[in-house]
Every structure is written in structure tokens, then in C-alpha cells.
């Protein structure tokens, strides 16, 4: 029997959170709010979990964090220490996981044919991933990336139910668009949670999907405002 001890690490959005599974069971989850998201209340979250579970940190066999897009700062916080328990756990394997999938994958159990993700990208573009249901399995379909609302609804598939902390932000309501739970996008399913990067993790670890932990990267739905401006007055 596979008794793989994993954590999961959400930090992307207002509601971080982390998970603790011993091979295909999730056994325990601890969510905190932003304002407790640094990276020593992470820490001790996890730290946490794994007594109460009788466990240790040489436990652990594999680290699933959620990369983004998200927050800059607490996506940044979470892939960190992702890198920080590897160097420490020389045999710890690390999982990428796309903070849209772990959304996507929290709305499992909706009723939904077409799944849109919805990140705020500022300046009045927003941050969009669709997704499909395979049998099973959901799967990213259609353009992703950086778009405006309008050029967003002009080319996505109907019936289409939409998810994600950037509704907040944007007019995406249209004919043929659901939004779940009204404008609440400040908790699930709009936001991620640490139990469903585990699942989106898990898998991934089953199918050998393992980013070396020096590769760990943020995605951002653009690039940070000053690495902007500079590109922009230096002409690139």
C-alpha cells in the first residue's frame, strides 16, 4: 500500500490554507485568512498538522503548492517554502500545481459543461483559464491569458460557468453565464483551497508530473507594475 505522506500548500489568494495526505487520502486541512499568511505562520500550520497526524518533517515525501496566477506576494511566500522544505528533505519531490486548476478542480461537483476562471489583472484586463470536462478528468480548453471581459465573453463557449476572485472586478454576466454562490468571491468555490491542490497535486505525483524544486516558479498573470514601466521607457 502506497503511504506517501504529502503536503499542499495554498497561498495564492485571501484564503491560504495547507493539507496533509498519506497516499491517496487526504487526512487533514487547515485554512487561515491573509492576514495570516506569512511565512512563519505557514510554517507552524504545517508543522502543525504533521504532529497532530504522529508525523515529522523527514515524513515527507512529496510538496504540492499551488504557483499561480495570484497574489504576488503570498504566491510568492508559498513557492518558497515549497523550495525551503526540499533543500531541507533532500528525497521531498515537489508538484507545480495552476492555482486556476485547483479552482476548477473545487468545482468538481458543480453542474457545469464549460468552466471559465476569472483573476484580476488590473488596469481593466482580466486573467482568464477555461476549462472542459474529459470523462472524469477536467482539462484547460480554449484561449487563456490576459484579455478584457468583452473580448473574453465574444469567445467563449455557452453554456458557460464562471469562477474565480476576479468577478469581483469585472461585468461578466451575459446570457448563457452562470455565476455561482451570487458575488460571494471571496471563499470557495471561488477561491482555491489547499484541499484541492492536493487532489490536483496527487495526481500529477501519480502520473510522475515533478518540477525539480530549483525550477519552482510563480506565474503572474502579468508581469510585476515595475518591471513594466521600465520595459516600457527603455523600449521593450
Excluded: N
Excluded at 505562520?41 to 512529496?62: I, M, N, T
Excluded at 477536467?138 to 476576479?166: C, D, H, N, W, Y
Excluded at 448563457?176 to 471571496?186: K, S, Y
Excluded at 515533478?210 to 523600449?235: D, I, M, N, Q
Aim: charged share 25%.
Amino acid at each position: 500500500m502506497d503511504e506517501t505522506v504529502s503536503i499542499a500548500i495554498e497561498t495564492s489568494c485571501r484564503l491560504g490554507g495547507v493539507a496533509l495526505g498519506r497516499g491517496d487520502e487526504l487526512i487533514a486541512a487547515s485554512d487561515f485568512s491573509a492576514a495570516a499568511r506569512h511565512g512563519t505562520q505557514l510554517v507552524a500550520r504545517l508543522a502543525e498538522l504533521l504532529s497532530d497526524a504522529g508525523l515529522c518533517p523527514g515524513d515527507l515525501r512529496e510538496v504540492y503548492v499551488s504557483v499561480g496566477p495570484g497574489s504576488f506576494t503570498g504566491t510568492r511566500i508559498g513557492v518558497t517554502v515549497a523550495r525551503m522544505l526540499a533543500l531541507a528533505i533532500p528525497h521531498v519531490r515537489c508538484v507545480a500545481v495552476s492555482t486556476p486548476l485547483a479552482v476548477a478542480e473545487g468545482a468538481r461537483e458543480l453542474d457545469w459543461r464549460h468552466l471559465g476562471v476569472v483573476l484580476d489583472a488590473r488596469e481593466g484586463l482580466c486573467h482568464v483559464t477555461q476549462f472542459a470536462r474529459e470523462g472524469d478528468a477536467i482539462e484547460p480548453r480554449g484561449p487563456a491569458g490576459v484579455m478584457s471581459a468583452a473580448e473574453f465573453l465574444r469567445q467563449a463557449p455557452r453554456p458557460l460557468t464562471l469562477l474565480g476572485e476576479g468577478l469581483g472586478h469585472h461585468d461578466l454576466l451575459a446570457d448563457g453565464v452562470t455565476i455561482p454562490a451570487g458575488d460571494a468571491t471571496d471563499a470557495p468555490p471561488h477561491l482555491p483551497t489547499a484541499r484541492a491542490v492536493w487532489h490536483v497535486g496527487r495526481r500529477d505525483a501519480r502520473d510522475g508530473r515533478f518540477t525539480v524544486p530549483s525550477r519552482l516558479r510563480c506565474v503572474y498573470s502579468r508581469k510585476p507594475e515595475a518591471v513594466r514601466v521600465w520595459e516600457a521607457r527603455h523600449g521593450h
